[in-house]
């Protein structure tokens, strides 16, 4: 029951987006695709570090891979949406779309970190490459630089995505702490 709540509110954003293109017609498809996916990726990816900060509380340890694939589905999303409907397919635009902004590149490098831990989600490459799923701290930061970036002026809305980050980012930091000061 708890697996289908949690499918159900993650495809949510995604039939939410459908709707409104499709039936409500927004006035820039394009970049409604990349605001909706674009930020549900990042909140679901910053919500599936933050599961085992809150284990004692609701566990969802079991159910991270799926809320971390569901991240990266939004990223696909994001990253579909400006090779397809932006670029159509114009390398030499993505090129240089790359070259004249910054943030794109850094987005380029978290999107093809998350490729690979969502690849290496299963069991077995997992136990392979579980110690590498760290990687979703660059990639999270790629992810908040190219996201203020994008936006070119901080409003009280990016302020308060900034000030959450640091927050998550502190708690982590001290979970670690804890548990190398527990192990040594």
Request: charged residues 15%; aromatic residues 16%.
């Amino acid at each position: 029951m708890k697996r289908l709540a949690i499918h159900t509110i993650l495809v949510l954003p995604f039939l939410y987006l459908l709707i409104q293109l499709f039936i409500v017609e927004v006035n820039d498809p394009v970049k409604y695709i990349y605001t909706i996916s674009g930020i549900t990726a990042t909140v679901i990816l910053f919500f599936s570090i933050t599961i085992s900060l809150i284990k004692r509380k609701i566990n969802l340890m079991k159910y991270r891979r799926a809320i971390g694939l569901w991240g990266f589905f939004y990223a696909l999303v994001h990253t579909v949406n400006f090779v397809i409907f932006d670029a159509q397919f114009d390398i030499y635009f993505i090129f240089e779309e790359t070259l004249d902004k910054p943030f794109i590149y850094l987005g380029v490098i978290a999107f093809l970190i998350l490729i690979f831990m969502a690849i290496t989600s299963t069991k077995n490459l997992f136990r392979k490459y579980g110690k590498y799923h760290t990687l979703v701290y660059l990639a999270l930061v790629l992810i908040t630089i190219h996201f203020v970036m994008a936006q070119k002026s901080i409003d009280i809305d990016l302020f308060c995505y900034i000030v959450v980050i640091l927050i998550i980012a502190y708690y982590k930091l001290l979970q670690v702490i804890v548990r190398n000061s527990k192990v040594i």
